[in-house]
């Protein structure tokens, strides 16, 4: 089983919805971080964590510590919002989920 | 604005050839990150600096992969010899500390492939 898990692994979506991508893991954790690759491949870090939630524009990053648990939502998405969304939980050293990969059509 | 740069961008060798990847980080921030992507096994951490000592590098292979960080402007990470299995995108990746963990920068990486 993987330290890291996220779900769902591809994820398509209308302009204007609601997106939700989970993260779990199974360590012990200083932070957890979020982050975006888009199809040219840059790598953007979202979101660093390691309790409560945060939010940048529409991007909103929540994390339960006691359930191993982060969600992140995007609202009223946008095709330029497709991209591979990455979790990576910071054990010292970054361990990396599989990434999301999320397609929004107009 | 502040960029992690690397050089080079593409880099298309030989089985058996040297390759050496180069990093510039965040000026200021004391830690660097080599990260490797491929299709299979995604994500990678490879090896990591702080205060241009290394802290880890278990995820290299020893036998031919070589981190150094001379000065606090560069990083390099060194293949010899490179081997097909070697063909990946590397990332480099500066950081500064903020509460429990470090906000991370990535580089836009390099595409290495090994014929």
């Known amino acids: 089983k993987n330290e890291v898990e996220q779900s769902p692994q591809n994820l398509t979506a209308q302009e204007g919805e609601f997106i939700t991508i989970n993260c779990s893991y199974s360590?012990?954790?200083?932070?957890l971080h979020w982050l975006q690759q888009h199809p040219g491949g840059g790598i953007v870090s979202l979101f660093m964590l390691s309790s409560g939630k945060k939010k940048h524009g529409r991007l909103i990053a929540t994390i339960n510590i006691q359930e191993k648990h982060s969600s992140l939502h995007i609202t009223a998405s946008h095709p330029r919002d497709s991209a591979v969304y990455i979790c990576a939980v910071d054990t010292d050293k970054l361990i990396f989920g599989t990434g999301t990969r999320l397609q929004v059509f107009p | 604005d502040a960029r992690v740069t690397q050089t080079p961008r593409h880099k298309v060798t030989e089985m058996g050839q040297e390759v050496t990847m180069r990093c510039q980080p965040i000026?200021?921030?004391?830690?660097v990150f080599w990260y490797r992507q491929t299709m299979m096994q995604g994500l990678e951490l490879l090896a990591y600096?702080?205060?241009?000592?290394?802290?880890?590098d278990s995820g290299m292979p020893k036998d031919r992969f070589s981190a150094e960080m001379p000065d606090a402007t560069l990083a390099t990470l060194k293949i010899q010899p490179s081997e097909p299995r070697d063909s990946a995108v590397y990332f480099c990746?500066?950081?500064?500390?903020?509460?429990?963990?470090?906000?991370?920068?990535f580089g836009p990486g390099t595409r290495l492939t090994v014929t």
């Open positions: 990746a500066s950081g500064s500390p903020r509460g429990r963990g470090y906000e991370q920068y």
């Open positions: 000026l200021g921030h004391n830690t």
């Open positions: 360590v012990g954790i200083s932070a």
């Open positions: 600096f702080r205060n241009r000592a290394p802290l880890d």
